[in-house]
């Protein structure tokens, strides 16, 4: 009996160990980052289009600010002159000048040491593969919510494929960042922009996507980004989503929507409700969030632990 606990006891310190030595590399919750908020991912407020050092010292000194959310692309600095030395600046295409590279923008965070997370949108695969040595640079000093960002399969309504990046390439490169959280969706064609009023998303692009995700084993943080004009007539597949992807740990869904899109607020409400608010992010302007109603909403509790704690969780409750 005495070998029996004595192996167990073992086998439980080497398992923290192995946790200690790797705590680099785990993910930052945004519920426990932002404390506050009581867990729900609804009152998480977030600045869009972080492109610029001003907009960065902006968002940075806002105490209501809690995410920003950035793009990336290959392109070159004001400074600069050749053409041809194109690095990962901050910037939404068709733009291709910044007076912010992807480099500052990550040690100004850094430095700042803010209580900020941050979501960068990759624009191109491209734009990625060129940031991955940057992102691994300062891996070690990321201490809050890291978010990784791109379209990655075409949506509704019959939106263009050239703008998505390759899912393949993406999703396996962002595989060897498990603390991060992968943000992967669907290029739409909606909105004032596009003068398009009506659609919803398709069980065929959920299925698309969780299939996919299956069959390259991602187990890191999931947010499918889904835009609230197109969402809100999904309630049914928007679910159908959630349900098939267990096989991840931790599954969010970010609703988004730009300025002037249609959007039916009540079934969005609904569905946001339906989800749970401690699993869904608001990214929204501020006259539809007022619609939303979301301040007094209840969610169920849903348990995402994984199978190394339940056996840590195990030998403990065996030994003590």
């Given at each position: 009996m005495k070998s029996i606990t004595t192996t167990a006891t073992s086998l439980l310190f080497l398992a923290l160990i192995q946790a200690a030595m790797s705590a680099s590399?785990?993910?930052?919750?945004?519920?426990?980052?932002?404390?506050?908020?009581?867990?729900?991912?609804?009152?998480?407020v977030w600045e869009h289009a972080v492109n610029s050092k001003e907009k960065l010292d902006n968002a940075l000194v806002s105490a209501n600010i809690m995410m920003l959310e950035a793009d990336v692309t290959m392109g070159i600095l004001n400074n600069m002159n050749d053409n041809s030395s194109r690095i990962p600046i901050m910037a939404h295409p068709p733009a291709f000048k910044s007076n912010l590279s992807l480099k500052n923008f990550l040690d100004t965070v850094i430095q700042k040491n803010v209580t900020k997370g941050?979501?960068?949108d990759f624009k191109s695969i491209e734009a990625f593969i060129a940031s991955k040595p940057i992102l691994e640079e300062v891996r070690n000093n990321t201490k809050f919510p890291v978010f990784l960002n791109a379209d990655i399969f075409p949506g509704p309504v019959n939106a263009s494929t050239t703008a998505v990046v390759d899912p393949k390439v993406f999703v396996s490169e962002a595989m060897a960042f498990p603390e991060y959280t992968l943000s992967v969706g669907w290029t739409t064609r909606y909105g004032?922009?596009?003068?398009?009023?009506?659609?919803?998303?398709?069980?065929?692009?959920?299925?698309n996507m969780t299939n996919f995700l299956k069959e390259q084993k991602v187990t890191q943080p999931i947010t499918y980004p889904v835009r609230a004009g197109l969402a809100a007539n999904s309630t049914k597949v928007i679910k159908s989503l959630m349900e098939n992807s267990s096989f991840a740990r931790n599954v969010t869904l970010t609703?988004?929507?730009?300025?002037?899109?249609?959007?039916?607020?009540?079934?969005?409400?609904?569905?946001?409700?339906?989800?749970?608010?401690?699993?869904?992010?608001?990214?929204?302007?501020?006259?539809?969030?007022?619609?939303l109603h979301l301040s007094g909403a209840s969610s169920v509790m849903v348990a995402s632990i994984t199978l190394a704690v339940s056996v840590l969780t195990g030998l403990l409750s065996t030994i003590l």
């Open positions: 590399n785990v993910s930052v919750d945004v519920a426990t980052f932002f404390p506050n908020i009581k867990g729900n991912l609804t009152k998480i941050i979501k960068l004032t922009n596009d003068n398009v009023t009506e659609g919803q998303y398709t069980e065929q692009q959920m299925q609703v988004w929507s730009s300025e002037g899109d249609k959007v039916d607020a009540e079934a969005l409400s609904t569905l946001i409700r339906d989800i749970g608010v401690k699993n869904v992010y608001v990214d929204v302007p501020q006259d539809l969030m007022n619609k």
